[in-house]
């Protein structure tokens, strides 16, 4: 059994720019969901997959989208970078849809927007 | 507003001594509620969730409906519970979806 992985762990963009953020499931997981964690704060919700759907949303603008493919791995894309994007991306994956059952978290991406 | 509200940042507490990290959420509705945990250099994960009424690693957690509150508390502190710990809830919105709120963490430092 693999856990969550997210790729890559660090990245350096410049405002403006678009950026794609990638995240494997555990296996037979079919829920995702991303967070943004700012330094010093907890993760904020961002969206949340299942099978392949969006099922929930958090207070982030448009800019912010996200996939889930067949094989319940996801991508989450952010255009029009701005400064305030610069944060830990984190992606949690679950075997359902409602959060009573465990989510397992990667171990981030780092994003840095210059 | 909806929100988790974990007023301290840092509690340092000495080996031996009890330990409650506090939790408070305001939600319309009924959320369900869990405490995760981030050790040094690892990743986050799940301590406990109310709805299970576990003890895990000998910490306990009881989901307050009157004061909205889901404090953490362990007898015993070991060093090893250094950590930082997250409240989070979850809820169902009106729409039918999912929302996910965490509060910004206290960070438990347990000295010798």
């Known amino acids: 059994e693999t856990g969550v992985t997210q790729s890559p762990t660090h990245l350096i963009k410049t405002r403006g720019q678009q950026v794609t953020l990638r995240c494997s499931s555990q296996?037979?997981?079919?829920?995702v969901s991303w967070y943004q964690q700012a330094l010093g704060q907890g993760p904020q919700f961002i969206f949340q997959y299942y099978r392949e759907e969006e099922n929930g949303r958090g207070n982030f603008p448009p800019r912010f989208s996200g996939l889930q493919f067949p094989n319940y791995s996801s991508e989450l894309n952010v255009n029009a970078l701005e400064l305030d994007d610069s944060a830990l991306y984190l992606c949690a994956s679950s075997l359902r849809r409602i959060m009573n059952t465990e989510a397992f978290f990667g171990q981030g991406t780092r994003l840095t927007v210059v | 507003a909806q929100r988790v509200t974990q007023p301290e940042k840092l509690l340092s507490v000495f080996k031996g001594a009890p330990v409650e990290l506090k939790c408070n959420y305001s939600?319309?509705?009924?959320?369900?509620l869990f405490w995760y945990v981030q050790y040094s250099r690892q990743r986050l994960q799940l301590l406990l969730r109310h709805i299970s009424r576990e003890s895990i690693k000998g910490f306990t957690a009881d989901l307050n409906k009157g004061e909205t509150s889901f404090h953490l508390k362990k007898p015993f502190a070991q060093e090893e519970d250094s950590a930082m710990y997250y409240c989070a809830l979850s809820g169902l919105t009106t729409s039918g979806t999912y929302k996910y709120i965490f509060g910004t963490g206290t960070r438990l430092k347990v000295l010798a």
């Open positions: 296996s037979g997981h079919n829920t």
């Open positions: 939600y319309s509705g009924s959320p369900e």
